[in-house]
Protein backbone atom coordinates (compact mmCIF):
# COMPACT_ATOMS: atom_id res chain seq x y z
CA UNK A 1 0.00 0.00 0.00
CA UNK A 2 1.02 3.38 -0.72
CA UNK A 3 2.19 5.66 1.48
CA UNK A 4 -0.05 8.40 0.37
CA UNK A 5 -3.19 6.23 0.60
CA UNK A 6 -2.09 4.83 3.89
CA UNK A 7 -1.71 9.34 4.59
CA UNK A 8 -5.11 9.83 3.31
CA UNK A 9 -7.39 7.32 5.43
CA UNK A 10 -5.72 8.15 8.53
CA UNK A 11 -6.47 12.09 7.79
CA UNK A 12 -10.06 10.85 6.92
CA UNK A 13 -10.44 8.75 9.95
CA UNK A 14 -9.52 11.95 11.65
CA UNK A 15 -11.95 14.53 10.18
CA UNK A 16 -14.75 12.02 10.33
CA UNK A 17 -13.94 11.25 14.04
CA UNK A 18 -12.98 14.52 15.09
CA UNK A 19 -14.84 17.10 13.14
CA UNK A 20 -11.62 18.30 11.98
CA UNK A 21 -13.08 18.69 8.37
CA UNK A 22 -13.69 22.34 6.65
CA UNK A 23 -17.36 22.96 6.74
CA UNK A 24 -19.30 21.91 4.04
CA UNK A 25 -21.01 24.73 1.46
CA UNK A 26 -24.54 25.52 1.97
CA UNK A 27 -25.09 24.43 -1.54
CA UNK A 28 -24.37 21.16 -0.66
CA UNK A 29 -26.69 18.14 -1.42
CA UNK A 30 -27.76 15.88 1.66
CA UNK A 31 -26.32 12.95 2.28
CA UNK A 32 -29.12 10.30 0.79
CA UNK A 33 -29.96 7.03 2.79
CA UNK A 34 -31.93 4.27 1.31
CA UNK A 35 -34.13 3.13 2.72
CA UNK A 36 -35.08 5.22 5.33
CA UNK A 37 -36.15 4.44 8.06
CA UNK A 38 -34.15 0.89 8.91
CA UNK A 39 -35.15 -1.07 11.26
CA UNK A 40 -32.54 -2.98 13.76
CA UNK A 41 -31.04 -5.52 12.11
CA UNK A 42 -31.28 -4.06 9.10
CA UNK A 43 -28.91 -2.90 6.10
CA UNK A 44 -29.49 0.40 3.96
CA UNK A 45 -26.87 2.11 1.95
CA UNK A 46 -25.46 5.45 2.13
CA UNK A 47 -24.66 7.91 -0.43
CA UNK A 48 -22.99 11.77 -0.49
CA UNK A 49 -25.42 13.07 -2.63
CA UNK A 50 -23.07 13.83 -5.08
CA UNK A 51 -20.93 15.72 -3.66
CA UNK A 52 -17.60 14.45 -3.11
CA UNK A 53 -15.70 14.69 -6.10
CA UNK A 54 -13.23 11.21 -5.50
CA UNK A 55 -14.04 7.91 -5.44
CA UNK A 56 -13.43 6.82 -1.71
CA UNK A 57 -14.72 8.50 1.91
CA UNK A 58 -16.23 7.12 4.99
CA UNK A 59 -19.98 7.56 6.63
CA UNK A 60 -19.70 7.97 10.44
CA UNK A 61 -23.11 8.26 13.10
CA UNK A 62 -24.23 9.77 16.17
CA UNK A 63 -26.97 10.95 18.08
CA UNK A 64 -26.61 14.11 19.69
CA UNK A 65 -23.38 14.73 21.45
CA UNK A 66 -22.08 11.08 21.51
CA UNK A 67 -21.18 8.18 19.28
CA UNK A 68 -23.56 5.53 18.27
CA UNK A 69 -23.43 1.58 18.00
CA UNK A 70 -23.52 1.89 14.32
CA UNK A 71 -20.16 1.27 12.50
CA UNK A 72 -18.62 3.12 10.38
CA UNK A 73 -19.23 2.99 6.30
CA UNK A 74 -16.54 2.68 4.35
CA UNK A 75 -17.65 4.19 0.98
CA UNK A 76 -16.54 3.55 -2.41
CA UNK A 77 -17.58 4.53 -6.23
CA UNK A 78 -21.45 2.63 -6.32
CA UNK A 79 -23.68 4.08 -9.15
CA UNK A 80 -22.00 6.90 -10.12
CA UNK A 81 -21.99 7.81 -6.57
CA UNK A 82 -19.31 7.70 -3.56
CA UNK A 83 -21.51 5.21 -1.25
CA UNK A 84 -21.46 2.23 0.69
CA UNK A 85 -23.83 -0.26 2.61
CA UNK A 86 -23.80 -0.67 6.11
CA UNK A 87 -26.21 -2.66 9.05
CA UNK A 88 -28.12 -1.39 12.05
CA UNK A 89 -26.96 -3.66 14.80
CA UNK A 90 -29.82 -5.49 16.30
CA UNK A 91 -28.74 -3.64 19.79
CA UNK A 92 -28.98 -0.09 18.18
CA UNK A 93 -32.28 2.11 19.98
CA UNK A 94 -34.73 3.82 17.70
CA UNK A 95 -34.62 7.52 16.64
CA UNK A 96 -32.64 9.92 14.55
CA UNK A 97 -28.68 9.70 13.76
CA UNK A 98 -26.76 12.30 12.36
CA UNK A 99 -24.40 10.93 9.39
CA UNK A 100 -21.82 12.83 8.57
CA UNK A 101 -19.57 12.11 5.26
CA UNK A 102 -16.13 13.01 4.51
CA UNK A 103 -14.60 12.16 1.06
CA UNK A 104 -11.37 11.78 0.03
CA UNK A 105 -10.85 14.14 -3.15
CA UNK A 106 -8.20 12.03 -5.04
CA UNK A 107 -5.25 14.39 -3.96
CA UNK A 108 -5.11 13.83 -0.47
CA UNK A 109 -7.67 16.57 0.71
CA UNK A 110 -11.06 16.27 2.82
CA UNK A 111 -14.25 16.76 1.32
CA UNK A 112 -17.22 17.50 3.83
CA UNK A 113 -18.52 17.05 6.05
CA UNK A 114 -21.77 16.38 4.12
CA UNK A 115 -24.80 15.63 6.53
CA UNK A 116 -27.84 13.96 6.65
CA UNK A 117 -30.40 11.97 9.21
CA UNK A 118 -30.82 8.25 9.57
CA UNK A 119 -33.64 7.28 11.15
CA UNK A 120 -33.71 3.94 13.24
CA UNK A 121 -37.42 2.68 13.44
CA UNK A 122 -38.54 -0.05 16.26
CA UNK A 123 -37.85 -3.51 15.84
CA UNK A 124 -39.71 -5.61 14.06
CA UNK A 125 -42.57 -7.43 15.66
CA UNK A 126 -42.73 -11.01 16.03
CA UNK A 127 -45.21 -13.64 15.41
CA UNK A 128 -48.01 -13.97 13.17
CA UNK A 129 -50.11 -10.96 12.00
CA UNK A 130 -53.48 -10.82 13.60
CA UNK A 131 -55.83 -10.42 10.76
CA UNK A 132 -58.85 -13.19 11.35
CA UNK A 133 -59.50 -16.01 8.26
CA UNK A 134 -58.57 -13.96 5.34
CA UNK A 135 -54.49 -13.19 6.51
CA UNK A 136 -51.50 -15.46 7.01
CA UNK A 137 -51.80 -17.94 9.98
CA UNK A 138 -49.07 -20.07 11.81
CA UNK A 139 -50.94 -21.51 14.05
CA UNK A 140 -52.07 -25.45 13.30
CA UNK A 141 -55.33 -25.42 14.68
CA UNK A 142 -56.59 -22.69 11.81
CA UNK A 143 -54.24 -24.63 8.89
CA UNK A 144 -55.88 -28.20 9.76
CA UNK A 145 -59.69 -26.53 9.51
CA UNK A 146 -58.11 -24.95 6.45
CA UNK A 147 -57.37 -28.24 4.63
CA UNK A 148 -60.05 -30.31 6.09
CA UNK A 149 -62.50 -27.80 4.72
CA UNK A 150 -60.84 -27.78 1.04
CA UNK A 151 -60.83 -31.75 1.66
CA UNK A 152 -64.35 -32.04 2.42
CA UNK A 153 -65.13 -29.79 -0.44
CA UNK A 154 -63.17 -32.00 -2.84
CA UNK A 155 -64.48 -35.35 -1.97
CA UNK A 156 -68.24 -33.45 -1.93
CA UNK A 157 -67.22 -32.54 -5.66
CA UNK A 158 -66.37 -36.23 -6.82
CA UNK A 159 -69.59 -37.64 -5.41
CA UNK A 160 -71.83 -35.22 -7.00
CA UNK A 161 -69.48 -35.76 -10.73
CA UNK A 162 -70.16 -39.51 -10.26
CA UNK A 163 -73.61 -39.63 -9.28
CA UNK A 164 -74.16 -37.72 -12.27
CA UNK A 165 -72.29 -40.26 -14.53
CA UNK A 166 -74.27 -43.07 -12.93
CA UNK A 167 -77.25 -41.69 -13.12
CA UNK A 168 -76.87 -40.06 -17.19
CA UNK A 169 -77.27 -36.68 -16.20
CA UNK A 170 -75.13 -34.27 -17.93
Given at each position: ????????????????????????????NPVVIQPN??????????????????????????????????????????????????????????????????????????????????????????????????????????????????????????????????????
Amino acid sequence: MRTSSILTGGALVLAAGFGLAAPASAAANPVVIQPNPVAPGGQFSVFDGGNCKGKEGLATFKTGATGSDIPTVKLATLKNEVGGVGTVPASTKPGAYEVSVVCDDGKGNVEGPFTGTLTVSAAHPKGAVKTGLGGTQSTGTNLAAGIGALGAAAVGGVWVMRRRGASGQA
